[in-house]
C-alpha cells in the first residue's frame, strides 16, 4: 500500500534555533502534500498545503514566514520551523493522496520539543 | 468553530461486544467522510470512508453509516477487540477537494476491555 514517511521521528531543539522536517511519498508521486499539527489530547489541524513546484497555501493564523515549506519534488516536501519558541513545540504530521481516488495517508508524525 | 464534533472524548466497551462511535458535521458542503485511527505518536491509519451519495459503508467488522438530514455519521465496530484501542477520528472534506484537505474532529478513545 501507499507509504508516506516522515523524518526525523522526534526532535529536541533550543528556543532560537531551526528545525527541518522531511515528508516523503514512498512508492507513488504527490504533486499536493499536506502538514498538520496535533496538540495533546486535541484534533489534528490542517497548517499548510504544500504544492510541487509552486507556493504553499497556508491555513488562517498559520505564519508563513515561520513555517516554511517547500515542495521541490513529486516525492518530497519538508516543513522547516525557523526560530522556534516552546509553543512550537507539538506533533507535525504530515499526509499525502495517493493517485485515483484513494484516501489520504498519513506520516508517522514528528514530535517537535523546543525547549 | 468546529465544523466535525465527536462529543464523546472517550468510549468503554467490553471485548466481543459492539462499539459506536459518532460524529456529527455542521457544514452541508462537505461530501466525503472518513474514519481514522491513531495510536500515541503515531500518524492516523485510515480505516473506512463514505461518500455522501451513500448511507452505509462495510469493510470487515468496520462499518460507516451516514445520515446526511441529520449530519450525523457513525462508527460501528463488531465484534470489538482488544487491538481496537486507540484514539479514532472522524474526517470530511468538503465538495471538490476530492478528500485532499481534511477538517477532523477531535477524537474519541476506545479502550476495548478483555
Known amino acids: 500500500g501507499a507509504v508516506v514517511s516522515q523524518h526525523p521521528s522526534w526532535v529536541i531543539c533550543k528556543s532560537g534555533t531551526s528545525v527541518k522536517i522531511e515528508c516523503r511519498s514512498l512508492d507513488f508521486q504527490a504533486t499536493t502534500m499536506f502538514w498538520y499539527r496535533q496538540f495533546p489530547k486535541q484534533s489534528l489541524m490542517l497548517m499548510a498545503t504544500s504544492n510541487e513546484g509552486s507556493k504553499a497555501t497556508y491555513e488562517q493564523g498559520v505564519e508563513k514566514d515561520k513555517f516554511l515549506i517547500n515542495h521541490a519534488s513529486l516525492t518530497l516536501s519538508t516543513l522547516t520551523v525557523t526560530s522556534a519558541h516552546p509553543e512550537d513545540s507539538s506533533f507535525y504530521i504530515c499526509s499525502a493522496r495517493p493517485p485515483g481516488f484513494a484516501p489520504l495517508h498519513f506520516g508517522n508524525g514528528t514530535r517537535l520539543t523546543v525547549t | 468553530d468546529q465544523q466535525v464534533k465527536q462529543n464523546s472524548p472517550s468510549l468503554s466497551v467490553q471485548e466481543g461486544r459492539i462499539s459506536i462511535l459518532n460524529c456529527d458535521y455542521t457544514n452541508s458542503m462537505f461530501d466525503y467522510f472518513l474514519w481514522y485511527k491513531k495510536y500515541p505518536a503515531e500518524g492516523p491509519t485510515f480505516l473506512i470512508s463514505?461518500?455522501?451519495?451513500?448511507d452505509k459503508n462495510e469493510d470487515g467488522r468496520f462499518t460507516v453509516f451516514l445520515n446526511k438530514s441529520a449530519k450525523h455519521l457513525s462508527l460501528h465496530i463488531v465484534p470489538s477487540q482488544p487491538g481496537d484501542s486507540a484514539v479514532y477520528f472522524c474526517a470530511a472534506s468538503l465538495r471538490g477537494n476530492q478528500g485532499g484537505k481534511l477538517i477532523f474532529g477531535q477524537g474519541t478513545e476506545l479502550s476495548v476491555k478483555p
Open positions: 463514505i461518500s455522501s451519495i451513500k
